[in-house]
Nanobody, 122 residues
Framework: QVQVVESGGGLVQAGGSLRLSCASS????????VGWFRQAPGKEREFVAT????????YYADSVKGRFTISRDNAKNTVYLQMNSAKPEDTAVYFC???????????????WGQGTQVTVSS
């Protein structure tokens, strides 16, 4: 059984940076494309970024383009989401998910983590 675990969330000031990590167990993360999604209180889950198995192509939501960077280190079985120039509206629970191919639709993903809280203070 595949399990997904996110880490790295926390409190950051507006304009600051944070790096989230996503790791898998049961199967190596290199077998999957990985997506990051987020859900703020009272809002629907939204797509943030996705990366293919080999690292390209990569897609970003317009709201994070130029500020967030998704990357992967298959040797470390980890995918990262580097968050720079954080804004209060980035506050949400961030989820990592695995799929065969990159997709912006959450419904395409087979395996999900429990999420990690990111709070950006103004």
């Amino acid at each position: 059984q595949v399990q997904v675990v996110e880490s790295g969330g926390g409190l950051v000031q507006a304009g600051g940076s944070l790096r989230l990590s996503c790791a898998s167990s049961g199967r190596t993360i290199s077998d999957y494309a990985v997506g990051w999604f987020r859900q703020a209180p009272g809002k629907e889950r939204e797509f943030v970024a996705t990366i293919s198995r080999r690292g390209s192509p990569i897609y970003y939501a317009d709201s994070v383009k130029g500020r967030f960077t998704i990357s992967r280190d298959n040797a470390k079985n980890t995918v990262y989401l580097q968050m720079n120039s954080a804004k209060p509206e980035d506050t949400a629970v961030y989820f990592c998910a695995l799929n065969i191919g990159p997709s912006i639709r959450g419904t395409d993903y087979d395996y999900w983590g429990q999420g990690t809280q990111v709070t950006v203070s103004s």
